[in-house]
């Protein structure tokens, strides 16, 4: 019973049925969508005058249930317009209106339906609906609200709904596309559908609890879109009223927590969140390979030159020249022991001073002074270090650490660490193990070597790192005390450039290399460093040892090689390959030249956050209270216990997952997609909580027509095109809005469907049907987002575009998190900074304010006007009576006419005495006035045509 503090009663029909449920034993059963979808459904039996289809029947028996009775057919140009407007988002036109009314036969009523499915209009009507559950924004959310790119998921959406994908196939391939066997470029893509939250970029957030919600939402989603369930009750206790544990949540959780992605994003650069797939075309995708193919053969030429007899007998020569140990390629060359302020000497370029400030302390070193850092204050070292990822270096330092620590930065060159995606280049200690690092954006573009040994802490250990220019984890090496330290590969995936971090204005910031500090991350904490030598190439083996033996006082330079003891055949071959052979310098050039080539092409790739398997499983864990830092018990990749069992031939993935959920018999899948779309045509769901099947939300009205459709719609392969056809070809959807007087007395909530529901157009579809009556529509399929006008009114607000952007299709309109475009708030889209399962329309003055004031819709409307008026030869009762056909789908009654005539009278009266005034309003929007020569008139007609846009039968279906 509820508390009595609560102010909540039963009431006598409820107390009635529990006395007739303890009356019949009190059985306990599963809840109804819990269930196993039945095997077959079969429909209704017996003749009907009414039904036209199975869903007529179901529908049908109700009304005797109820006691209402249906309404009358409505009149066929109103049905099409209905069809018109929920199967397209447009109008039907004033030849299609009348070649339907002029075909009596049942058929023109099939032959409607098939044009409108066939349509690209369809698919961008349905990709509407999908961007709502997909939460589908053209930027990032939270404060900094920065725009991305991901429309072309959008349109992949789009390309779905033209090729009537099966819907089964439409889900599996959002969810797990990344790891269909051969996945082809589209199937990664579908999968940013998991990737459309919002994403953080805003300094001073711990990164990980940030990660731990872009999981959340992704099950959140998960849960609503395709089960119909609220999963996020469960975050922090166990559900309150449905079935669903902690452990189930983390446990489904988990499987969208396999992916290499930071709880922040860049703020000082426009890389993509990672994983990301780098979208490329067939012109492309041959560039790049043909690039490739000159890397592969340049590399198997070096190769040749390199195991040549004439390069062995080259070297034969070379060495009985007594050749002597020469360094070229260095850049820098900091011993410490000069020091001027804050000016520290550069031995290859002795204008060019590093800078420390004097809070980094000079100490004793190695040979003469080091310079001991505070870690929070750097060294720079201009000019030096400039390196793109194909472009060889190596970098010579002693270094003594204080301690043992997470991270110590002992050089860089990049934008920061966290809230720059750590791009660039580091070279740090971490936990005392050397760690190189090349990043574009961590975690998911980086390459990362670690050594598997510490080095000594409180003692001075000489390191050197080379790098030869591969991208490639294998073509980065570190020396420590002139010995290669065995390496452990921690991440091996970059292929994007690791230079272009800036601030979100443009501009470039930290462009030098820096020592004993990182911005955003911890520095070289009491850490001395000494000798530090940088080269523009790759040290061979020989030199990196000869560097740990190297002396300010007696450098190696010069040393004839023949005099250095402990020299191996193999060093000496490998540093004349890469020092005094000229074919193989020459060739190692070519090389590096090459894969800049290829490396460009792929900079110039646009990219999209898409999903990306990790090797092995993240540890997933119940999370106590839902707070990201209070580990639980572990758990493991699972579906919910109340559901079907996970089955056991499939792999513990996202794909597993996906196949699980679109098994025939799963008892919400093709349940929930059904009443979706039953919504998106009939205005109420047959539970009317969308987003909610659970016992907290509505029952079926009609239990026995959501189980028929779910089954059709499986055993007919998911077929979108087949559902849509059966319910706007049923008798039902026939019917009129105004139904008996009685039976909607009965039944004020048209809980049988015994008349067809009074439906406001969506937002988009009102500002799409002035734009398309009035022939400014620009119907192109997909591309970027545009900018109409009322961008430059929104929250935040934005230039327009000029030309067609200001008159494409709302669909694709730009959608900013925080900041949508007003007309769409006014008329009750949502943010989409969640799963969105039904829009909730509201009543307001700032609604048909917006009609008649907007710029988009003045605009429409003038268009409209003068274009009338050029068909009509000044017409006015024409002009009415056309205009009022084309925005309603009927004529006008007399008294309506009559209304209206008087208005254009009053307005043309008002702008023939204020003729400033109608030109003012003839200036509104962007379109050019060239058909009509009577300003007046043509404003009269406007200020017309816009009210008449702004009656109720132009804003809902009836």
């Keep these: 019973m509820p508390p009595p503090d609560s102010n909540l009663a039963l009431s006598d029909e409820e107390r009635k049925l529990l006395d007739r449920w303890i009356e019949e034993g009190a059985p306990y059963d599963t809840h109804w969508s819990l269930k196993p979808l039945p095997k077959s459904v079969e429909p209704p039996s017996g003749d009907s005058t009414w039904a036209r289809n199975e869903i007529d029947k179901y529908i049908e028996r109700g009304f005797a249930m109820k006691g209402v009775v249906p309404a009358k057919e409505s009149r066929r140009e109103k049905w099409l317009r209905r069809v018109s407007f929920d199967l397209t988002g447009l109008p039907p036109s004033v030849s299609e209106i009348e070649a339907f009314l002029a075909d009596e036969s049942e058929q023109a009523f099939e032959k409607v339906v098939e044009r409108l499915l066939t349509s690209d209009a369809y698919a961008e009507r349905m990709t509407s609906e999908w961007l709502d559950v997909a939460r589908y924004s053209d930027s990032n959310g939270y404060q900094r609200d920065h725009e991305r790119r991901v429309w072309p998921w959008r349109d992949w ?179 410490f022991d000069e020091r001027e302020g804050e000016n520290f000497a550069n031995a290859v370029a002795p204008d060019v001073p590093a800078i420390s400030p004097e809070i980094n302390k000079l100490v004793p070193g190695v040979f003469g002074k080091a310079l001991q850092f505070t870690g929070d204050d750097k060294m720079e070292v201009f000019d030096v270090g400039h390196f793109p990822r194909e472009h060889p270096f190596s970098a010579s330092v002693w270094v003594r650490p204080n301690q043992y620590a997470p991270r110590e930065s002992i050089f860089s060159r990049g934008g920061g660490a ?180 290829r490396n460009r092409i792929m900079d110039g790739l646009e990219a999209i956050s898409v999903m990306r398997e990790t090797e092995e499983p993240r540890p997933a864990y119940i999370l106590n209270r839902g707070a990201y830092d209070a580990r639980g018990e572990e758990v493991i ?136 009556l009035s022939g400014l529509l620009v119907d192109d399929i997909g591309g970027p987002p545009v900018k109409p006008y009322e961008v430059a009114a929104s929250f935040k607000p934005m230039e327009p575009d000029e030309g067609e952007g200001l008159y494409r299709r709302s669909l694709y309109t730009l959608w900013k998190r925080n900041s949508p475009a007003p007309m769409m708030v006014a008329f009750d889209a949502p943010k989409r900074d969640v799963c969105s399962l039904k829009r909730e329309p509201t009543t307001s003055p700032l609604q048909p304010l917006v009609i008649l004031n907007g710029p988009q819709f003045v605009e429409a409307a003038r268009v409209f006007g003068e274009r009338l008026l050029a068909k009509h030869s000044g017409d006015r009762k024409a002009v009415i009576e056309d205009a009022f056909y084309q925005l309603t789908s009927r004529k006008p009654d007399s008294e309506e006419a009559r209304i209206l005539a008087d208005l254009y009278e009053a307005q043309r009266q008002e702008f023939d005495a204020n003729p400033v005034e109608a030109n003012a309003l003839l200036e509104v929007g962007h379109a050019p006035v060239t058909l009509y020569e009577n300003p007046r008139e043509h404003a009269a007609a406007t200020v017309v045509i816009n009210a008449i846009m702004n009656i109720n039968e132009s804003l809902i279906e009836r």
Aim: hydrophobic share 40%; net charge negative.
């Design 637 to 772: 990749a699972d579906t919910p216990s109340a559901l079907p069992e996970f089955p056991e031939d499939q792999p513990r993935n996202r794909l597993g997952l996906a196949r699980w959920l679109t098994d025939p018999d799963h008892p919400l899948t093709a349940r929930v997609a059904v009443n979706r779309y039953w919504q998106m045509i009939f205005s109420e769901g047959l539970v009317r909580t969308p987003e909610d099947f659970g016992s907290q939300g509505s029952n079926p009205t009609h239990p026995e027509l959501l189980d028929w459709l779910a089954r059709d719609f499986v055993n007919h392969g998911w077929d979108l095109h087949r559902l849509m056809r059966q319910m706007v070809l049923s008798t039902t959807y026939r019917q009129s809005t105004f139904g008996d007087l009685a039976s909607m007395e009965k039944d004020p909530e048209n809980l049988t469907f015994c008349r067809s529901n009074p439906t406001r157009l969506a937002a988009e579809m009102i500002r799409d049907n002035a734009l398309a």
């Design 418 to 597: 966290d809230d720059a995606a750590s791009m660039g280049y580091e070279f740090m200690l971490m936990d005392g193990k050397p760690t190189a690092s090349w990043i574009h954006f961590w975690p998911g573009n980086a390459m990362r070597v670690q050594a598997k040994d510490r080095i000594p802490a409180g003692e001075w250990s000489h390191l050197v790192l080379s790098y030869d220019g591969s991208a490639i984890a294998s073509g980065a090496k570190i020396f420590l005390n002139g010995e290669p330290m065995e390496l452990v590969t921690v991440k091996d995936h970059l292929t994007k450039e690791i230079t272009s971090w800036q601030t979100p204005s443009g501009q470039r910031v930290r462009q030098h290399l820096v020592l004993g500090e990182r911005y955003r991350d911890r520095g070289f904490v009491k850490g001395r460093m000494d000798e530090f030598q940088m080269f523009d190439r790759e040290v061979s083996e020989l030199e990196a040892r000869m560097l740990f033996r190297m002396q300010p006082t007696s450098p190696l330079l010069g040393t004839p090689i023949g005099n250095i003891a402990d020299v191996e055949l193999d060093e000496l071959y490998n540093h004349f390959l890469a020092t005094a052979y000229l074919p193989a310098m020459k060739t190692r050039a070519e090389l590096q030249s090459a894969r800049a080539e």
């Design 157 to 335: 959406v789009i390309q779905s709904f033209q090729e009537n994908m099966p819907y089964d196939e439409f889900v599996t391939t959002q969810l797990a596309g990344d790891l269909f066997p051969d996945a082809t470029q589209d199937q990664v893509l579908a999968t940013a559908f998991n990737r459309l939250h919002g994403h953080l970029m805003e300094g001073g957030i711990v990164p990980e609890e940030y990660r731990v919600e872009y999981v959340a939402d992704r099950t959140h989603t998960f849960g609503s879109a395709f089960l119909g369930l609220t999963m996020e009750c469960s975050r922090c206790h166990d559900h309150k009223y449905d079935p669903l544990t902690m452990e189930d949540y983390y446990s489904l959780s988990s499987f969208f927590a396999n992916i290499e992605e930071a709880g922040l994003i860049a703020f000082f650069s426009f890389a993509t969140p990672t994983p990301a797939l780098a979208i490329s075309d067939e012109k492309t995708d041959e560039s790049l390979a043909k690039a490739q193919k000159k890397i592969d053969a340049i590399a198997a030429e070096l190769e040749e030159i390199e195991t040549a007899p004439e390069t062995k007998a080259n070297f034969e020569n070379w060495l009985a020249t007594n050749p002597r140990l020469d360094w070229p390629g260095r850049e820098a060359w900091i011993s």
